[in-house]
C-alpha cells in the first residue's frame, strides 16, 4: 500500500511539471479593461529548440481577432513566430487556366508583438512557432493565446 502511494504521488508530481499550462495561464493581469476575450482555440505546448510547430485555426466573420505568442517562464531562448494563410490564386495563360496555393504571411516575429485583423469571412489561418537559442536537452512552454471580440458596427 505504502509503494503503491509513492508511486502515485512521484508519478503525479513528475507529470504534473513535466507538462505545460494551459494557455489561460499565459494572460497577463491587466490594468486596463480589455473587451477581448480568450477563444477556445488557442493553444500551448512543448517545443524543443531549433524544431518548429505549426498549429491552425478558423477566423470567423463579424469578429475581431488578436493574436499573440508568449514563451514560458524559465524557458529560454527567442521565440520566433509567423502567421500566414494559404491564399489561391489564379492565372489565365492562353485560354488555360491555372490556380495555385500561395503562402500570405500576416506577421512575423520581427513585424508585432501581437497581431490584430477583423475578419471579413471565414478563413484558415496558420501559425507557425520555434525558438533558437534555447537549451537543447530541455523543452519550452508556448502558448498561442487566440482573442476575440465582436466587431463594432459602424455606420447608419
Known amino acids: 500500500m505504502k509503494v503503491t502511494l509513492t508511486l502515485a504521488l512521484l508519478f503525479g508530481f513528475v507529470f504534473g511539471f ?13 490594468k486596463t479593461k480589455d473587451t477581448y476575450s480568450l477563444n477556445s482555440q488557442s493553444r500551448s505546448g512543448s517545443v524543443a529548440s531549433d524544431e518548429s510547430y505549426e498549429m491552425s485555426f ?11 505568442t508568449v514563451l514560458g517562464e524559465g524557458s529560454t531562448g527567442t521565440l520566433n513566430y509567423e502567421i500566414y494563410e494559404l491564399v489561391v490564386e489564379k492565372k489565365t495563360e492562353g485560354e488555360k487556366e491555372t490556380f495555385k ?14 497581431l490584430e485583423f477583423t475578419s471579413d469571412k471565414s478563413r484558415k489561418i496558420f501559425i507557425n ?8 536537452k530541455k523543452l519550452a512552454c508556448v502558448g498561442v493565446l487566440i482573442e476575440t471580440k465582436r466587431t463594432e458596427k459602424t455606420g447608419f
Open 129 to 136: 512557432v520555434s525558438i533558437t537559442g534555447g537549451d537543447k
Open 18 to 30: 513535466a507538462q505545460c499550462p494551459p494557455a489561460e495561464a499565459f494572460m497577463k493581469k491587466k
Open 58 to 68: 478558423i477566423a470567423h466573420a463579424g469578429l475581431d481577432y488578436r493574436l499573440t
Open 101 to 114: 496555393r500561395t503562402k500570405k504571411v500576416l506577421a512575423s516575429s520581427g513585424s508585432a508583438e501581437a
